[in-house]
């Protein structure tokens, strides 16, 4: 059963650092793009970052870009680690993070409606 498990999320100040981590296990995610998405309490889900199944292309929400960093491990076992290093956090990334996973990095241009798989979510908080 395909299977995404988000680790790491917690508590910053502002200013600090958070790394996220996705495991994707149960099925061939080899072939798939993957990436974070984040909602943040009475808000919409908005896309954060994500990068295509070979880790070469990445694609970041604009408020996002030079802050936060997407990478991909190359698999073990058949698992697939994908990373969201997070620096220079502000208050306002304070938001449940989701990892997922869509058939193309193209799929992440189109809101959430291309997303197959979603993760439980991992709270992210960030105090001033």
């Known amino acids: 059963q395909a299977q995404l498990v988000e680790s790491g999320g917690g508590s910053a100040q502002t200013g600090g650092s958070l790394r996220l981590s996705c495991a994707a296990s149960?099925?061939?995610?080899?072939?798939?793009?993957m990436g974070w998405f984040r909602q943040a309490p009475g808000k919409e889900r908005e896309f954060v970052a994500a990068?295509?199944?070979?880790?070469?292309?990445?694609?970041?929400?604009d408020s996002m870009k030079g802050r936060f960093t997407i990478s991909k491990d190359t698999a073990k076992n058949t698992v697939y680690t994908v990373y969201l290093q997070m620096n220079s956090l502000k208050p306002e990334d304070t938001a449940v993070y989701y990892c997922?996973?869509?058939?193309?990095?193209?799929?992440?241009?189109?809101?959430?409606?291309?997303?197959?798989?979603w993760g439980q979510g991992t709270q992210v908080t960030v105090s001033s």
């Open positions: 149960g099925r061939t995610f080899s072939s798939y793009a």
């Open positions: 997922t996973a869509a058939p193309f990095l193209a799929s992440y241009g189109q809101g959430s409606a291309q997303i197959e798989y």
């Open positions: 990068i295509n199944w070979s880790g070469s292309s990445t694609y970041y929400a």
